[in-house]
């Protein structure tokens, strides 16, 4: 069966730094998502994408925070400036259609940020 | 915004036995409800979904209901084994308005099943 796949598994960086957490959805595949979540907590929702184009973002996802689908086949999430808060385990996830669909998550990039 | 309960943090049981957990949502009813499955370290496994007028569904050992009434769903998991032990997050979308899904989820139920 098709998978999202992730990577790295593990990302360490000091505060301040940039990193770039990938994604590679199921090939098929039109919508695309950005999931985090903080040790102990629950799963957020932080942007979805469609149509190469953001289609909603929460509170969380501030300026800091971008994403890009490059070539059609990878989907990235950017943190230009790390803070100690942004440590989480980040999911990426992908459904075909809008609607009652299943999302399929990526088992994940746990960023810690030292 | 939606809040979302699910009944406890825990949850153990003995293999065999059936286990139920709960679901229970504020605000609007969502158009549909879905059920994944966490493992430690791992993302979310999608389960079951559920749509605001379905009552019922089932998968092999698993069972969920929807109560648009009672703001609630129950998942069970029936001849329960130790290999069902992980964290059930309960998860909804908003009515089918916006371009894409934006699933609100529950903070988990862990369960443990014992021999």
């Known amino acids: 069966e098709p998978e999202v796949t992730q990577t790295p598994s593990h990302q360490v960086t000091q505060m301040g730094q940039e990193v770039i957490l990938r994604c590679v959805p199921i090939?098929?595949?039109?919508?695309f998502y950005w999931y985090r979540q903080i040790l102990g907590q629950k799963v957020e929702f932080l942007v979805s994408?469609?149509?190469?184009?953001?289609?909603?973002k929460s509170e969380i996802f501030d300026d800091q925070f971008s994403v890009e689908r490059p070539d059609g086949s990878n989907f990235t999430l950017k943190i230009r400036s790390t803070k100690l808060e942004d440590s989480a385990m980040y999911f990426c996830?992908?459904?075909?259609?809008?609607?009652?669909?299943?999302?399929?998550f990526g088992n994940g990039t746990r960023l810690t940020v030292t | 915004s939606q809040k979302i309960e699910q009944n406890s943090e825990a949850l153990n049981i003995q293999e065999g036995k059936t286990a139920t957990l709960t679901c229970n949502y504020t605000?609007?009813?969502?158009?549909?409800l879905q059920w994944y499955r966490q493992d430690p370290g791992r993302g979310p496994v999608f389960l079951l979904l559920i749509r605001e007028n379905e009552k019922e569904k089932r998968k092999e050992r698993l069972k969920v209901t929807f109560d648009t009434t009672l703001k609630q769903s129950l998942f069970h998991i029936t001849a329960s084994q130790p290999a069902d032990s992980a964290t059930y997050l309960c998860?909804?979308?908003?009515?089918?308005?916006?371009?894409?899904?934006?699933?609100?989820f529950g903070t988990g139920t862990r369960l443990q099943v014992t021999l």
């Open positions: 994408f469609y149509n190469n184009e953001i289609s909603e």
């Open positions: 998860a909804l979308d908003r009515p089918l308005t916006g371009t894409a899904s934006k699933l609100t």
């Open positions: 996830a992908s459904t075909a259609v809008r609607g009652d669909s299943p999302l399929h």
């Open positions: 605000n609007y009813s969502p158009a549909y």
């Open positions: 090939s098929n595949h039109l919508y």
